[in-house]
């Protein structure tokens, strides 16, 4: 059982920073891929961003060239780094754990969720 904490949201302007913090109780260093999604009110959980046991991020195109995706093996732990915010970036944030079995299988843990606000 793999649990997940997450920290750093919280209530900025427009045009501010968050640091989101996703620690793992477990190691992730080698069969873990991290994830943040979000989700707004009234709306589906949407992925944000995403990161392999190698490295290679992905991001939604909402995001791209605002928010940065990062993870320290040696601590477990994944951040997520937003720029820019926008009232829109505005839902509960998750914190992922999705570890993908030979023949596509995926298992999937989420963190309890951890509310960022944009707004004056």
């Known amino acids: 059982q793999v649990q997940l904490v997450e920290s750093g949201g919280g209530l900025v302007q427009p045009g501010g920073s968050l640091r989101l913090s996703c620690a793992a109780s477990v190691s992730i260093a080698s069969i873990y891929t991290m994830g943040w999604y979000r989700q707004a009110p009234g709306k589906q959980r949407e992925l944000v961003a995403t990161i392999t046991t190698s490295g290679i991020t992905t991001y939604a195109n909402s995001v791209k060239g605002r928010f940065t995706i990062s993870r320290d093996n040696a601590k477990n732990t994944v951040y997520l780094q937003m720029n820019s915010l926008k009232p829109e970036d505005t839902a509960v944030y998750y914190c992922?754990?999705?570890?993908?079995?030979?023949?596509?299988?995926?298992?999937?843990?989420w963190g309890q969720g951890t509310q960022v606000t944009a707004s004056s």
């Open positions: 992922n754990a999705a570890r993908i079995f030979v023949g596509g299988n995926v298992q999937n843990y």
